[in-house]
Structures are given as structure tokens and as C-alpha cells.
């Protein structure tokens, strides 16, 4: 049973490009978590998906970054326009159900703009 | 809002020393508590958790005890190994197991030596 899959596992963008970043949950997980972790800093809740529905956004930025998990296919965070300051790693989590104690984290994404 | 303040590392410890990583919460309710580890190069695996007062969370000779009293999870363990230099997270969900978002500490990187 394969974990929670993210890739890429290393994203080089120059400033202004777009970021797309995958997660593809655990078999039988239909809730989705992505976090940022800043250099140096603990992981920052961004936004709670399930399937085709955005439950929870409160820390997503206002501009340039969204999230979508369709109900085929893994979901997608997507970042728009890249800034420098948006080099951080990404981690997806997924669990069975609502709640924090079922979660399973990926290995992350670790986006660079150069 | 909720928030989590970890000891700042890192901490170097030889082999077979008692290890003590401090951390305390603020919250509204009554949340769980949660310590990851996350090793160079990977995401967050859960190490322990505790959902009341007073309960205690083990695993792999790591402990922490839920305080209500003086909002604290500290991390314990009785003997080090090298394989345990990673580094540590202290986190919290809000309302208990049934809320979706974790809240993060900043980490605390152990460096265990021989």
C-alpha cells in the first residue's frame, strides 16, 4: 500500500512561471492537507480539500495560489506567477476521515525560484 | 489563535543521554497534541499523540505527557541513539480529533553523537 505520492520532489521555476504541484493521496484516504514549510520554520496549514470541494482555504494566500482535488486524478496545488519568496517545501497529507489524528504526510515538494 | 512554542535546537547529545525537548501550547478548547519527526529529506512521520488531559503518548521509547495545567507536551526519552537525530515537531489540532487542521511549532533539530 503505497503512501501519499507527491512529485515532483524538486521544482526549479524562474520568477513569473507557474508551479504545479501533485499529490496523490493514500488508497482509501479522500481528504487532502497541503502545508508550507518556510526555511527553517514549522509546517503552515494552506488548505483542507476533499473530493471536488474546498473545505477549508483559511491559509492560502489571496492571489496566485489555488488548490483542486477533481474527483480523477490526484490533487493539484498551483502557484501562479512565482515570486522568490514562494521557495519553501510543499507537503501533502491525506487521511480516511475528517480529523488530524489520521493524518499521513508525503515526503514533499521542495520548490526553488530562481 | 492557536499556537505552539518548541525549545529552540539544536540539541547535541552523545549516545545514551536523556533527551528533553520543551513544548507548550496555547489554544482554545481542548486540543490534541501531536509530536513528529522528520528525518533529512522526508515528510513528517507521527511519532505520538495524546487527545486528553493527562494521557500519555509512547512509541519507540519516546514520551510525552498531555498537561493541562501548565499546557504542555513535553518530549522525553531515556536513551539516544545516533538514529534518532532528526528533527522534532510539537503540534496541536483544535476541538479535539475531529478538527482537520494541525498547527505547528517551529522544530527542534537533535544532533545525536557517539
Known amino acids: 500500500n503505497a503512501g501519499v505520492m507527491q512529485n515532483p520532489r524538486h521544482l526549479v521555476r524562474r520568477r513569473g512561471q507557474e508551479a504545479r504541484l501533485r499529490c496523490s493521496p493514500m488508497?482509501?484516504?479522500?481528504?487532502v492537507y497541503w502545508y508550507r514549510q518556510l526555511p527553517e520554520e514549522g509546517l503552515k496549514f494552506m488548505v483542507y480539500?476533499?473530493?471536488?470541494?474546498?473545505?477549508?482555504e483559511s491559509g492560502m494566500p489571496k492571489e496566485r495560489f489555488s488548490a483542486e482535488f477533481p474527483k480523477e486524478g490526484p490533487s493539484i496545488l498551483r502557484i501562479q506567477q512565482v515570486v522568490r519568496g514562494d521557495s519553501a517545501a510543499y507537503f501533502c497529507a491525506s487521511s480516511p476521515l475528517q480529523g488530524a489524528d489520521g493524518y499521513t504526510f508525503g515526503s514533499g515538494t521542495r520548490l526553488t525560484v530562481v | 489563535g492557536d499556537s505552539v512554542t518548541q525549545m529552540e535546537g539544536p540539541v547535541t547529545l552523545s549516545e545514551e543521554a536523556f533527551l528533553t525537548i520543551n513544548c507548550t501550547y496555547t489554544a482554545t478548547g481542548y486540543p490534541s497534541l501531536f509530536w513528529y519527526v522528520q528525518y533529512p529529506g522526508e515528510g513528517l512521520q507521527l511519532l505520538l499523540k495524546a487527545t486528553k488531559a493527562d494521557d500519555k503518548g509512547s512509541n519507540k521509547g519516546f514520551e510525552a505527557t498531555y498537561r493541562k495545567e501548565t499546557t504542555s507536551f513535553h518530549l522525553e526519552k531515556g536513551s539516544v541513539q545516533v538514529s534518532d537525530s532528526a528533527v522534532y515537531f510539537c503540534a496541536l489540532s483544535d476541538r479535539g480529533g475531529t478538527a482537520s487542521k494541525l498547527t505547528f511549532g517551529t522544530g527542534t533539530r537533535l544532533q545525536v553523537t557517539l
Open positions: 488508497k482509501g484516504h479522500s481528504h
Open positions: 480539500l476533499q473530493k471536488e470541494n474546498i473545505i477549508d
